[in-house]
C-alpha cells in the first residue's frame, strides 16, 4: 500500500509562516504530479498549489505570490510554504499525488494524505 503523511499544521497569527511537510512511503513504484488542497468547514476541496515530476508548479490567485510548493524526489516529498497568512487560509490541508505501485508501475492511482489542521488567528 501507500501512505501519504502530512505534518507541520498548527496555529499562526496573521501575516506569519507555516510549511507542510507530506512524506509518501510504502510500494511506490513512481511518483508523477504532486499537491496541496485544502478544506474549510461548509466548503469544497480547493486546489492550493500543484508540482510535476519536472518541476512546473501551478497556484490559484488566492494564494500565488505566498504560497511555494516543492518536491523532493529522492525522498518522496512535497513542501508547502506558506507566507502571509490570512485568516481565510485557515483550513484542512491535504496532500495529494498520483502515485504508481511496485506491482502495478505503469498504473497511477490517487492518494490522499489524513490531513492538518492549519488555523490563522490572533
Known amino acids: 500500500q501507500v501512505q501519504l503523511v502530512e505534518s507541520g499544521g498548527g496555529l499562526v497569527q496573521p501575516g506569519g509562516s507555516l510549511r507542510l511537510s507530506c512524506a509518501a512511503s510504502?510500494?511506490?513504484?513512481?511518483?508523477?504530479?504532486m499537491g496541496w488542497y485544502r478544506q474549510a468547514p461548509g466548503n469544497q476541496r480547493d486546489l492550493v498549489a500543484r508540482?510535476?515530476?519536472?518541476?512546473?508548479?501551478t497556484y490559484p490567485d488566492s494564494v500565488k505570490g505566498r504560497f511555494t510548493i516543492s518536491r523532493d524526489n529522492a525522498n518522496n516529498m512535497v513542501y508547502l510554504q506558506m507566507n502571509s497568512l490570512q485568516p481565510d487560509d485557515t483550513a484542512v490541508y491535504y496532500c495529494?499525488?498520483?502515485?504508481?505501485?511496485?506491482?502495478?508501475?505503469?498504473?497511477?492511482?490517487?492518494?490522499w494524505g489524513q490531513g492538518t489542521q492549519v488555523t490563522v488567528s490572533s
Open positions: 495529494h499525488a498520483y502515485v504508481s505501485r511496485a506491482d502495478q508501475p505503469l498504473y497511477f492511482r490517487q492518494y
Open positions: 510504502g510500494s511506490i513504484f513512481s511518483i508523477d504530479e
Open positions: 508540482i510535476t515530476r519536472d518541476n512546473a508548479s
